[in-house]
């Protein structure tokens, strides 16, 4: 894409959190879904502050389209559906005209580039930098926003969490061959994989789920996604037989020390290192 192509949009959201986190909440996707207004949604439910703002400027090159040279326009921001005053995502309005000289401009795309700031305690700050290219074309389509791919240790059972540009969507499970998969949770928004009997030793070491997310009726909301889970192979395999290859008969007088042959194992698990002992 041709930088002339590019604007820049540079995002501040300031968000709060009496919690302590234990990743670092971050931006993981930002889509314009009006004529002023834009849908940032976060990989953890956040807070924000008293104010309730964001503070935004486009330009390209030199040519500012929102605000000027290190001069922001503060923009109202709303959570989207919060539960306990927390959400994954948030609306920004706008302030000024928006999109309007932008669009003026017949550009195609933007670059943004979003950073928010967020309380881990009373005393201390973070701040996370996001940055993607923006469509200037309006999207109100249904997307899955969570990850599709996962890894699970051989013979355990974890949970995904599965999340939408729309906090409202309920998902269900459309594909599972290998009836591995279940839902639960608001919106059946927690997947669950159930692989207590999986064994990486076998021939299967990855299974797929396909998901949809819906808000109703219409292309436009409803979406698939298909998830993949690979298995990780644990050291979970005892050895099964010692392999002796060399000679086995010792001269007399030979120096200690001397080599004899070498020792190899068999064991399912694959890119294991062992240790050898005599007993004698």
Known sequence: MNTFNRFIVTTLLVLFTSQVFAVRPTVIDVKRIGNKTILATIDQPVELVSRKEAHV???SGTTYYLGA???TITSPAE???PVNNYSQQIKITLGGDGFKLADASGKTSVILNLD???LVNAAAKLINYYSQNLILAINNNLTITSNNTLNANEGSSPTHTLTASDADATFSITEDTSRLFSLSGTNNSTLTFNGTNTDYESATKSYTVKVKASTGD????NTEQTITVTLNDLNDE????ITF????TIAE???TGTELGTLSTTDADANDTFTYTSSN
């Open 218 to 221: 219409g292309d436009d909301k």
């Open 253 to 255: 007088n030979t120096s």
């Open 116 to 118: 928010f700031e967020y």
């Open 69 to 71: 040279h290190n001069l």
């Open 57 to 59: 400027e486009l330009y």
């Open 79 to 81: 959570l989207v559906n």
């Open 245 to 248: 290859t060399g000679d086995r």
């Open 238 to 241: 005892t050895p099964t037989a």
